[in-house]
């Protein structure tokens, strides 16, 4: 495949807490064994890409714990593969933007044997062929061409995603940015292709001292000089910016049409291997419309819930709607209902903890 995969991580914040003690949205789980960068990953992969870079503001040692080699995904390679590409945080300790990192690493690109780049931030989970988007780019002449998904997203709609309006032939006419979420909306997914020599021309343009973000500062601006389309999504795309749309693109895999729409046969995701037994279920629990993980002990009620890895629901203890993360305990007589309960979280006997679908209650890990 001729693109050379670039992967932006936004370390500004953390769905689950404060940026710099919870680890970057990329690596929070997801659908009970996987995590977000997985889906971007695997999708590259799928797509023939085995030349990707992932860039980072704040290195996390989860990220590279979880990424290593890139073995999991094929991409452990003498030549090309995965690299990692972390830089030093602003002087202020505030977001600096990725415009800095990739202008340090622009010789890295430009060796490249590759002609396309294929930009991707990390909010967004959806299924994607780069093969067909490239096909789109070249039967059109299109200089840059953003992915975006139409009545196919799930979830509120976040009023600062970019919102492109496209003619029949799908050229991009204008930026709508007075629609507030609607369905009919279309909603930019933060994935763009374009040639190398414009991504490479469009950082050069670029201030590197001025903490710029790519998207924003570089790309967008410089637009309307350039032939842009837009190639529609035809899957189940799920927008992950906030605490409440984290919850509710989890709970969405309950429904059997989602998880086959996400999970195309043929074309895994992929993720780093565990080597946890099955779920153990003793003769008192109680489970109904829910996803359980291996390494998982249920001697309790779970009922329409995502489970991951390892966690523990005690006997009387009762889950319902909620997400529970990693290594989490729940103890006898404990209540957890519409919550996101962090890894290794443990809820004590007989406490009772509720949100709402819109507001899920976030229950932190106490070390």
């Known amino acids: 495949m001729d693109i050379l995969g670039i992967v932006s991580l936004d370390s500004s914040e953390s769905l689950l807490g404060t940026a710099g003690e919870q680890p970057p949205r990329a690596v929070l789980p997801f659908g009970g064994k996987y995590r977000l960068i997985d889906f971007i990953l695997s999708n590259m992969v799928h797509s023939g890409i085995a030349h990707v870079g992932v860039f980072m503001e704040r290195p996390h040692p989860l990220l590279f714990e979880h990424l290593r080699s890139g073995r999991d995904w094929d991409l452990e390679r003498k030549q090309e593969g ?11 300790g505030e977001h600096g933007g990725d ?11 430009k060796r490249s044997r590759q002609n396309y780049v294929a930009f991707s931030g990390d909010s967004i989970v959806c299924p994607l062929d780069y093969g067909e988007v490239l096909r789109f780019h070249q039967d059109r002449a299109a200089d840059i061409t953003v992915v975006y998904a139409g009545q196919s997203w799930r979830g509120e709609m976040p009023d600062d995603f970019l919102r492109p ?22 909603l930019a997914t933060g994935v763009f292709l374009l040639d190398k020599e414009l991504f490479v021309a469009l950082l050069e343009g670029s201030d590197i001292a001025a903490e710029q973000d790519f998207i924003h500062h570089c790309l967008l601006p410089q637009m309307s000089r350039y032939r842009c389309y837009g190639f529609g999504v035809n899957h189940h795309v799920f927008p992950v910016y906030s605490l409440p749309s984290y919850y509710q693109a989890n709970m969405a895999l309950l429904e059997p049409m989602v998880r086959r729409d996400l999970f195309v046969p043929l074309r895994a995701v992929y993720t780093r291997t565990g080597d ?36 523990q629901v005690s006997r009387d203890a009762v889950v319902r709607n909620s997400l529970v993360l990693p290594g989490t305990r729940i103890e006898s007589g404990a209540v957890v209902d519409y919550a996101v309960c962090d890894s290794r979280t443990v809820v004590a006997a007989g406490q009772q903890l509720a949100g709402t679908w819109q507001n899920p209650l976030l229950v932190p890990c106490v070390t």
Do not use: M
């Open 165 to 186: 309006v496209c003619d029949s032939d799908g050229r991009i006419s204008a930026w709508d940015d007075t629609v507030s979420g609607t369905p009919d909306s279309s």
């Open 99 to 109: 415009v800095g990192g990739l202008r340090r690493q622009l010789e890295w690109i």
């Open 276 to 311: 946890e037994p099955p779920a153990k279920y003793t003769t008192q629990s109680q489970v109904a419309h829910s996803l359980i993980a291996g390494g998982c002990r249920i001697e309790g009620v779970v009922e329409n819930s995502v489970l991951f890895r390892g966690v």
């Open 82 to 92: 995965l690299r990692v590409f972390p830089w030093s945080v602003a002087l202020s």
